[in-house]
């Protein structure tokens, strides 16, 4: 069974990256059907996703998270945030990707974090990954954290309003934050005042399809033109509960 699963995992992988417009050694698709094979053998035990077949973990799980590839910036020792990162998503497929960028990994679940330290550790990927402990409002107040990032990512966690305050915050000026989304436009009009008000400017907006499902994603650029004034994020549990408007 176990074998059985790596080989329906490597077919469904070798299928999805046939559209994905990089190519990947095979080394990488191995390291991405071993993330994956242990994110899957872990999800029996621990609620980790709710997309266990291999074609859906391909398409909605890992080409998802590559889609960032094509927006991303080209430096070498890029620093990327992935807020809320849950079982490491996008983080890890974008580290196994580009294992030259710099990556925190933020998540309030300990067990998450754990088990992401465990797969960092067996994909044994070079450069710097950091897991951090925390709700996003109090991590974002931390000085070795706030503004010291060029991307801040975040997927699946929560409507842009309240997510750009989850996120900005974290950036550095002329950075980014990246919001993962599927149809964007009533988010993002919704959104517009409190981005500027935390520092930031919606400077573009990418759409794409999923190559099987067809499901519509949105990648939402929002760059940092002014550091986030002190007063945010608010205090925990407050973004969510009173949003900015």
Same mark, same amino acid.
């Given at each position: 069974?176990?074998?059985?699963?790596?080989?329906?995992?490597?077919?469904?992988?070798?299928?999805?990256?046939?559209?994905?417009?990089?190519?990947?050694?095979?080394?990488?698709? %191995?390291?991405?059907?071993?993330?994956?094979?242990?994110?899957?053998?872990?999800?029996?035990?621990?609620?980790?996703?709710?997309?266990?077949?291999?074609?859906?973990?391909?398409?909605?799980?890992?080409?998802?998270?590559?889609?960032?590839?094509?927006?991303?910036?080209?430096?070498?020792?890029?620093?990327?945030?992935?807020?809320?990162?849950?079982?490491?998503?996008?983080?890890?497929?974008?580290?196994?990707?580009?294992?030259?960028?710099?990556?925190?990994?933020?998540?309030?679940?300990?067990?998450?974090?754990?088990?992401?330290?465990?797969?960092?550790?067996?994909?044994?990927?070079?450069?710097?990954?950091?897991?951090?402990?925390? %709700?996003?409002?109090?991590?974002?107040?931390?000085?070795?954290?706030?503004?010291?990032?060029?991307?801040?990512?975040?997927?699946?966690?929560?409507?842009?309003?309240?997510?750009?305050?989850?996120?900005?915050?974290?950036?550095?000026?002329?950075?980014?934050?990246?919001?993962?989304?599927?149809?964007?436009?009533?988010?993002?009009?919704?959104?517009?005042?409190?981005?500027?008000?935390?520092?930031?400017?919606?400077?573009?907006?990418?759409?794409?399809?999923?190559?099987?499902?067809?499901?519509? %994603?949105?990648?939402?650029?929002?760059?940092?033109?002014?550091?986030?004034?002190?007063?945010?994020?608010?205090?925990?549990?407050?973004?969510?509960?009173?949003?900015?408007?």
């Amino acid at each position: 069974m176990t074998d059985q699963l790596k080989q329906n995992l490597h077919s469904e992988f070798d299928n999805i990256l046939s559209y994905c417009e990089f190519t990947f050694s095979e080394q990488t698709k %191995r390291l991405f059907v071993q993330y994956f094979y242990d994110l899957l053998k872990k999800n029996e035990v621990m609620n980790l996703t709710a997309i266990t077949d291999p074609r859906s973990v391909a398409e909605l799980h890992l080409f998802d998270s590559l889609t960032l590839l094509s927006v991303l910036p080209p430096d070498c020792d890029l620093k990327l945030i992935d807020v809320g990162t849950g079982a490491g998503l996008p983080g890890i497929p974008l580290k196994i990707a580009r294992p030259e960028i710099n990556l925190c990994l933020l998540d309030a679940t300990k067990k998450r974090l754990n088990f992401l330290d465990e797969c960092l550790t067996k994909l044994d990927l070079p450069g710097k990954t950091q897991l951090v402990h925390a %709700r996003a409002e109090d991590a974002a107040r931390k000085p070795e954290l706030r503004e010291k990032f060029d991307v801040a990512t975040a997927r699946a966690v929560a409507p842009l309003n309240v997510l750009a305050e989850y996120c900005l915050p974290f950036v550095k000026p002329d950075g980014y934050f990246i919001a993962m989304k599927g149809q964007a436009a009533p988010e993002i009009e919704q959104a517009e005042k409190a981005i500027n008000l935390l520092g930031g400017d919606i400077t573009d907006v990418f759409k794409l399809k999923l190559p099987i499902s067809c499901a519509e %994603r949105s990648l939402i650029l929002i760059q940092k033109i002014n550091a986030t004034p002190k007063s945010f994020p608010r205090k925990a549990g407050t973004p969510k509960s009173n949003p900015l408007i």
